[in-house]
């Protein structure tokens, strides 16, 4: 009896010991996560992290980023993250003491860190900083550098991948904002019309001048779209740039009534380097 009793033990040892190995086996085989706000991010930290991370957006597609709650399922996603890579939308700031608080381990990283942000004009809250920072290849570079920062204290063993990825993904931005320069720099008319102004680090960047048709993140009056169709008119502005996810209403009266065409652009696309090239191919085919 004592032997059979002592065999069972030996065996629920070593049982539990293969349980434990296969454990760890699996845990090492995880890929880890982390979460980003919108999918331009999700294309920046997957340039330097290739496929050692698993990435979660937050923002689903074809939403307004100023306008978004968090639900309990996206809370869940946040909670099994390693890193959460912010980029100075009003959603992440409501919710920002308690993750801290809630998820001690999640390491909170403020993207934007090292910009300089510009004051946002067409925002109600006086002291809201313009957060589009992410449309101006010049300023993913520095993005590009906090994500390579932060990702190289948190995973060391693969510091030589990142930094490779690294040094090749701000040589192309290099190649992209010329590819835009060169793009944009002979036209004649510097100003465009787009429903919401996310493109102001951009229009700074290539000396453009952007001009909103919403008016403090709501659609326009019927007496701010008569002074802008008669500025639409006036400058002989033929593209009126929309954005899924927002109104359209007054974009396409603006168009109708200034005989010009409504062209959709998407500053939250995932396909972020080829969604910047058509954006500057159209503001150039606009305004030759
Ligand atoms: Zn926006």
């Avoid at 100003?191 to 000396?207: D, G, L, Q």
């Avoid at 453009?208 to 659609?219: A, D, F, R």
């Avoid at 593209?239 to 200034?258: D, H, Y």
């Amino acid at each position: 009896m004592k032997k059979i009793l002592l065999l069972l033990a030996i065996l629920g040892f070593c049982s539990f010991t293969e349980a434990a190995n296969l454990h760890k086996k699996n845990d090492s085989n995880t890929i880890p996560l982390i979460s980003v706000s919108i999918a331009p991010q999700a294309f920046f930290v997957e340039k330097i992290a290739a496929d050692t991370l698993k990435i979660n957006v937050i923002l689903p597609s074809n939403a307004n980023e100023h306008h978004f709650e968090f639900k309990p399922s996206v809370m869940k996603k946040l909670e099994k993250s390693d890193i959460y890579f912010t980029i100075g939308l009003e959603f992440e700031k409501v919710f920002m003491e308690k993750f801290r608080h809630n998820f001690p381990k999640l390491e909170i990283v403020d993207m934007q860190k090292n910009i300089s942000l510009m004051d946002f004009e067409d925002s109600h809250h006086h002291q809201q900083k313009d957060p589009h920072t992410w449309l101006d290849p010049v300023l993913v570079q520095t993005m590009a550098v906090n994500i390579y920062d932060t990702l190289i204290q948190k995973y060391p063993q693969n510091k030589d991948l990142y930094k490779k990825n690294l040094d090749q993904f701000l040589a192309e931005l290099d190649r992209l904002n010329l590819q835009i320069s060169s793009k944009l720099e002979k036209l004649k008319q510097r100003e465009f019309v787009v429903y919401h102004p996310s493109w102001t680090y951009f229009a700074k960047r290539y000396h453009l001048t952007q001009i909103p048709v919403e008016i403090l993140g709501k659609e326009p009056k019927i007496k701010d779209l008569q002074k802008l169709i008669t500025l639409v008119k006036e400058k002989n502005i033929k593209t009126i740039f929309v954005q899924n996810g927002f109104p359209e209403k007054a974009a396409k009266t603006l168009a109708r009534e200034c005989n010009a065409k409504i062209f959709e652009i998407n500053h939250l696309s995932k396909d972020w380097e080829n969604e910047l090239l058509r954006t500057s191919d159209a503001l150039a085919k606009d305004s030759k």
